[in-house]
């Protein structure tokens, strides 16, 4: 909801979707009969984990703007602040959510506030937008289905083999013939309900915010809210649940062996959250402690399955050891969030990229960073080396997918035309396939020529066939 609007205000697809002619109503004033102040604990925020958190939080940050904690939502986004303390009636968050401006919050498809939250974020605002309590408890979060509205490709992998493309598109999970686009199956998990016990044919119940695909070619895993999901790459089955995260898992990643599987996430602000696990048993084989001083985004195996790459939003990479978790070495120069990192295969280079717009290239043994590499003009989202050559692709809020050669920087080719912010990116081991996805729900399946081979639509929606390849 929140989330939707603050995200589109900058994207230009609010006055467009809905029309200065139309008519909306604002929302209802209501008086709050209450002597107690409004606490952000337990007040606001369980609004803003309902309602905005589908698109201002891990990470994806629409317009720049992140609402999941009290810190970074008063820093603002690419709109300014959204709260003005003492002062609602020039708050963004009270306006655009109560529809007394545009662009409205939220679009018609969506569920607006209730007068009553309405009235609770405007107390709040006039008494001062005071933080959270210096003693706070984790408050329970119970999550739902995402709006129709919002299904943002976040998950993509190509097997090695080349024969399938796995999909994540909003809590759903799509399997595509990787040469055609073809639609294969969806990855449904038994028993998903709802807070009301309304069953849900998904893969989660929330958004799918990572997904892997073995080496080996048997096994899919997913990342949800506080779960990862394995699955049988050939039926489709699910195998297994792997519980108890503290927040989003926002990145999945194999060992080449495929016996292990490494995770990352975490509670914004809060320490990151970094796990291996054995595969298929899901058993925990570590749970590296004090990894990052806030969530990580990225993990990656190194090809002899010996060190394991971290990164995350404290701007800092990492090594450790596997499978013991002892910390090998750290990498600083990035300014802004690290989305994700990667090995070259002969394990004496490492790649990252983040939000400062910047790639990174590391060198292993001398600790320093080897060269700086420029060409995306907004975030960059993930990060993919191809097989064992230098080469890695790159994908970013620029609407760009790019490949480089990581020994000097240059670029190999880059891929324009896509429509919508990217989220998300896979390959095939030698790069004679790519694919995108990003915020509209669409997948852009490309060959090695850099030429479009299929733009996969959300369900529903009919895009026109691509041209075909220039001879």
Known sequence: MLQVIFGLISMGFFPADEPKSS??????????????????????????????NFCHSGNIKEGKLDLSSFDSMMKGGKKGKPVVPGKAMESRLYLLSGKTERPLMPPKSEEPLTPQELALIKLWINQGAKPPSAVRTRPKVVVTVPPATVAPVRGLAIARDKSILVASRGNQVHVYDANSGVFLRSLLAPDLKKPD????????VALVESLALSQDGKFIATGGFQEVRLWDTQTGAHLAIIPAFVDRVVAVAFSNDSKLLATAGGAPTEEGEIKIFQIPTGKLIIDIKNAHSDTAFGVAFSSDGKMLATCGADKFVKVFEVPTGKFLKSFEGHTHHVLDVGWKSDGKLLASCGADNAIKVWDYEKGEQARAVQGHTRQIS??????????????????????WNVDNGGQVRTIQGLDEFLYALGASPDGSLLAAGGEKGFVYLYNQGGQLIKKIAPPGVVTEAPEPPKK
């Open 197 to 204: 016990g309304t069953a849900v044919k998904a893969a989660h």
């Open 382 to 403: 993930r990060l993919q080396f191809l097989g064992t050559t230098p080469q890695f692709a790159t994908c970013s809020g620029d609407k760009t997918l790019r490949v």
């Open 23 to 52: 008519t909306v109503k604002p929302i209802l004033v209501v008086e709050l009969d209450r002597k107690e102040p409004v606490s952000y604990d337990k007040d606001i925020e369980p609004i803003l984990v309902k309602k905005c």
